[in-house]
């Protein structure tokens, strides 16, 4: 029998961003592996929306990281 795997799903906003940071780096880590990414997505360009699918079932943190979006404003620190 498999375990049915579920999904991460929300939106990266911020202060001067309330509407949606574009391009963050969402990643996903076991809480007891905290060195080895499970998976990453990057949110979408505009509204900040992230999903990642396919998620077994277990214990998570997940990551934010700018990327792109970064290099052009440097705003925002990574955050778990």
Known sequence: VLDVAGSISGRVTGALNPGGV???????????????????TMTSSQDGAYRI????????????????????YGEYASEW
């Open 22 to 40: 574009p391009y963050v780096l969402v990643s996903l880590y076991s809480v007891d592996d905290p060195l080895d990414p499970v998976t990453s």
């Open 53 to 72: 699918q396919q998620v077994p079932a277990g214990n998570y943190k997940v990551l934010f990281q700018q990327y792109y979006y970064e290099y052009y």
